[in-house]
């Protein structure tokens, strides 16, 4: 079991790889969503065959993973089909569904991303588990001690709550978001985006947050997605307490597909 191997989520966003030996894993990276012809490029010629930055980071694009990753096993997850789609011609692609994610009461309908952060958080932290991902939909997804899915929710994340107010007014300039808590009470239109996005999120989470711990009051949070860092420091100058508790790791979904990966060669 010591073979290289690929992950690769495919997000709303964007695309999130891992590349593992064994059950070790070397590096984590996200690219851009390619287009089918960069994939038959790849497949047919590797890396050499497209912009090897379109998919490989930096610091990987000259080592051992740019002369074999066209031969590579990918085990695949998406939330995209379309994106799905264009990855079925990949010669060792194991395309993983709800059906292989070891967890009980699954709905048909869950995000396999919201599973498979589950599993990885459950499998390396034990359950119960809260798991919030913070990517451009934030989610919140639990399991209970015996593994079963206790449910959760879905709302549009902090990016995507910045985008669709500027989207759809005629006076909202673009925002990003800041590093640091901004102030509550703003006197400025952007700053008052950010607050009105931000505390109402937080506030949310905290509510979230105390049923969850009120139910299964020994289970560990953990924050993921790439909203995951900077969510987690508004958390702590607002809440510090609650903070303490809860911990950031933005491999969730990697942990979730070795799980499934190590299920299936048993
Ligand atoms: N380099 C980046 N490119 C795009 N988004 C980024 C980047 N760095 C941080 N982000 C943040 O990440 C968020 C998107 O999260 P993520 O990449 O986890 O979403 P996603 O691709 O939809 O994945 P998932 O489906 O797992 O949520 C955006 O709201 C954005 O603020
Ligand atoms: C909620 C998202 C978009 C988060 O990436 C994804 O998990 C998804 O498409 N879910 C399907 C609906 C559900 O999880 O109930
Ligand atoms: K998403």
Request: hydrophobic share 45%.
């Amino acid at each position: 079991m010591n073979e290289s191997w690929l992950a690769l989520m495919i997000g709303n966003s964007r695309l999130h790889w891992a590349w593992f030996i064994g059950n070790t894993l070397q590096e984590a990276w996200d690219t851009k969503h390619l287009p089918a012809s960069a994939i038959q490029q790849l497949i047919q010629y590797g890396v050499s065959g497209i912009l090897p930055d379109a998919i490989l980071p930096p610091q990987v694009v000259s080592g051992q993973l740019s002369d074999t990753i066209n031969v590579l096993p990918l085990y695949l997850a998406s939330v995209v089909p379309s994106q799905t789609t264009l990855w079925q011609t990949y010669p060792s692609v194991n395309v993983i569904t709800l059906a292989q994610v070891p967890l009980l009461g699954l709905y048909l309908t869950l995000g396999i991303d919201r599973a498979l952060a589950l599993l990885g958080a459950g499998e390396t932290l034990g359950y119960p588990v809260l798991v919030i991902d913070a990517g451009t939909a934030l989610t919140l997804t639990g399991a209970d001690a015996d593994c079963q899915l206790i449910g959760g929710a879905i709302l549009p994340g902090l990016g995507l709550q910045l985008k669709s107010l500027t989207r759809d007014t005629a006076a909202l300039p673009a925002t990003q978001l800041p590093t640091q808590l901004p102030p509550r009470w703003a006197m400025q239109t952007a700053s008052a985006i950010e607050s009105g996005v931000i505390y109402t999120v937080l506030a949310g989470i905290r509510e979230f947050i105390e049923d969850w711990q009120s139910r299964f009051p020994t289970s560990q949070i953990v924050l993921t997605g790439g909203d995951s860092p900077v969510l987690l420091s508004y958390l702590q100058s607002l809440y510090p307490e609650m903070a303490r508790h809860v911990i950031c790791n933005p491999h969730l979904i990697f942990g979730g597909i070795q799980s499934v990966r190590l299920k299936m060669a048993s």
